[in-house]
């Protein structure tokens, strides 16, 4: 079983940046692939970011590239998500996923490989 606890979202102006912060517990952090999702109001979960164990390889959605970073620190069990220039379409639920299965050539990108979810947090951008 493994334990995710997201923080950092809140309302910020569009423009603005947030980091989103993801601390596991209970799995071997550094062979679990990690994901970021997000679900804004009224529509589905849609994938975000992921990253490899080792954080080497990275995935982005078309609508964050160039704008959002994922990370990780596998020391201290915690995954990132540094998100700039906001807009009001980023508003929406971040959830951060985990995956059971690891694979040495393959990230997971779609919520449906992921096994292991956060409670969430909301980020919110007026427009």
């Known amino acids: 079983q493994v334990q995710l606890v997201e923080s950092g979202g809140g309302l910020v102006q569009a423009g603005g940046s947030l980091r989103l912060s993801c601390v596991a517990s209970g799995r071997t952090f550094s062979m679990t692939n990690m994901g970021w999702f997000r679900q804004p109001p009224g529509k589905e979960r849609e994938s975000v970011a992921a990253?490899?164990?080792?954080?080497?390889?990275?995935y982005y959605a078309n609508s964050v590239k160039g704008r959002f970073t994922i990370s990780r620190d596998n020391a201290k069990n915690t995954v990132y998500l540094q998100m700039n220039s906001l807009k009001p379409e980023d508003t929406a639920v971040y959830y951060c996923?985990?995956?059971?299965?690891?694979?040495?050539?393959?990230?997971?990108?779609?919520?449906?490989?992921?096994?292991?979810w956060g409670q969430g947090t909301q980020v919110t951008v007026p427009s």
């Open positions: 996923a985990a995956a059971r299965t690891y694979y040495l050539t393959y990230l997971q990108t779609t919520s449906g490989e992921y096994d292991y």
């Open positions: 990253i490899s164990a080792s954080g080497g390889r990275t």
